[in-house]
Every structure is written in structure tokens, then in C-alpha cells.
């Protein structure tokens, strides 16, 4: 079965630390992958996302992913974490066979120490 | 643009009422997809649709029906509401399925 697993349910990184935010997928069919960012009470926005191509992708805010196929994995890395990081992360995956339908992760909340 | 627009933003139901969720998108998006979102368990889709006309079920259908009868709306409908049907409800469209999906800020239904 298709799957996604993000083995951290809540992390706690001090302000200007590097983050790395972990995701593990099952998924039969070659996969595309994502990752959301959620602020208390708002939708899900786009960080980042792998469809083909170069395995480190950039997205917005500082956030980049890798892509490990030998892996199955899709960790989230940021450099230097600012308070406003502070937010839940969802990995999901997909694929053209799943009409476009996500398959989400649990979320890793992310706290932010001054 | 608006982008996905969803109303209301918070209901309270009691158990056996009915009501439905309006959601609409300005994109001109193919796809539609309704999620809920419960504590610690992520987004789980309930049900999707590829186009106007066409509407498919998730992983999570029970309890729940849709139609799509323009491109633009996406109405999800609870018939007899349940407690188990407390949840925050998203919905997200999408241009095809290699793009991403744009999410609208949720409703959050409470069945008592």
C-alpha cells in the first residue's frame, strides 16, 4: 500500500540551528513529491516540489528537499531556522496513475527556541 | 485571483443535521479535492474530481457525497452528522496532476 511516514511528530530546534525534517514514502509508481507548510488555524502551503530531474530542489523561504530513490526518502533541510518556521510540515506524494490525489504524512511539528 | 475560497469557516452541527461546504476556485483548475484534517493523522482525502461532471471517492467517502457541476465549485455535503465527522475540512484544486494543489483556509465542523 501506498504510504507516507514522517517519523518525527514534534521537533524543537533553536533559532539559527539547521533543521532537517524527515519523510519516508512507499509508492509503486514512479512519485511526486511534496512538501506543505501549515500555520496555526490557516491551509497548507507549498514549500517545495520534486517532479523529475535534479534530486535537490529549492523552494521558498530557504527550504530545500532531496530526493533518495535507493532511500524512498524526501528529508526537508533548512540551514538557519527563524521563529517564524515555527509551523506544522506535511510531506504527501503522488503520481499521473492517482489522479493527482496526495497521500499525506502525519506532520512533524516544529517548535522554535529563542 | 481569490485562488480556493471555502465557507463557512467554522459550524457547529448537531448530531443528525446536515449541511454543506462550499468550496470554489478562480484558477480555472481541472481538479478539485476535498480533504479532513484530524490531530495527528495529517490530510485524508474524501473525495476528488477530475473535471466538471466527474467525481470519484477517497480513501475516507463515508458519510458524505459530492457534485461537480461547473468547473469552479466543489460542494462536499454531510447528510446525518456524526461525531465521528468533527474535523477541519480542506479543499484544494489543482491544474492537472503533475501541478501542485492550492489549499483554502479550512472549515472547522464540530458535530455534538
Known amino acids: 500500500a501506498q504510504s507516507v511516514t514522517q517519523p518525527d511528530i514534534h521537533i524543537t530546534v533553536s533559532e539559527g540551528a539547521s533543521l532537517e525534517l524527515r519523510c519516508n514514502y512507499s509508492?509503486?509508481?514512479?512519485?511526486?513529491l511534496f512538501w506543505y507548510v501549515q500555520s496555526p488555524g490557516q491551509g497548507l502551503q507549498l514549500l517545495l516540489k520534486?517532479?523529475?530531474?535534479?534530486?535537490l530542489v529549492q523552494g521558498i523561504k530557504g527550504f530545500e528537499a532531496e530526493f533518495k530513490r535507493s532511500q524512498s526518502s524526501f528529508n526537508l533541510r533548512k540551514p538557519s531556522v527563524h521563529w517564524s518556521d515555527a509551523a506544522e510540515y506535511f510531506c504527501?506524494?503522488?503520481?499521473?496513475?492517482?489522479?493527482?490525489?496526495?497521500?499525506f504524512g502525519q506532520g512533524t511539528e516544529l517548535s522554535v527556541k529563542p | 485571483n481569490a485562488g480556493v475560497t471555502q465557507t463557512p469557516k467554522f459550524r457547529i452541527l448537531k448530531i443528525g443535521q446536515s449541511m454543506t461546504l462550499q468550496c470554489t476556485q478562480d484558477?480555472?483548475?481541472?481538479?478539485m479535492y476535498w480533504y479532513r484534517q484530524d490531530p495527528g493523522m495529517g490530510l485524508k482525502l474524501i473525495y476528488y474530481?477530475?473535471?466538471?461532471?466527474?467525481?470519484d471517492k477517497g480513501e475516507v467517502p463515508n458519510g458524505y457525497n459530492v457534485s461537480r457541476s461547473t468547473t469552479e465549485d466543489f460542494p462536499l455535503r454531510l447528510e446525518l452528522a456524526a461525531p465521528s465527522q468533527t474535523s477541519v475540512y480542506f479543499c484544494?484544486?489543482?491544474?492537472?496532476?503533475?501541478?501542485?494543489?492550492?489549499f483554502g483556509p479550512g472549515t472547522r465542523l464540530t458535530v455534538t
Open positions: 484544494a484544486s489543482s491544474y492537472e496532476t503533475r501541478y501542485e494543489q492550492y
Open positions: 509508492y509503486g509508481a514512479t512519485p511526486y
Open positions: 520534486y517532479f523529475s530531474g535534479d534530486t
Open positions: 504527501a506524494v503522488s503520481s499521473d496513475n492517482q489522479g493527482g490525489k496526495l497521500i
Open positions: 484558477m480555472n483548475h481541472n481538479y
Open positions: 474530481s477530475v473535471g466538471a461532471g466527474i467525481t
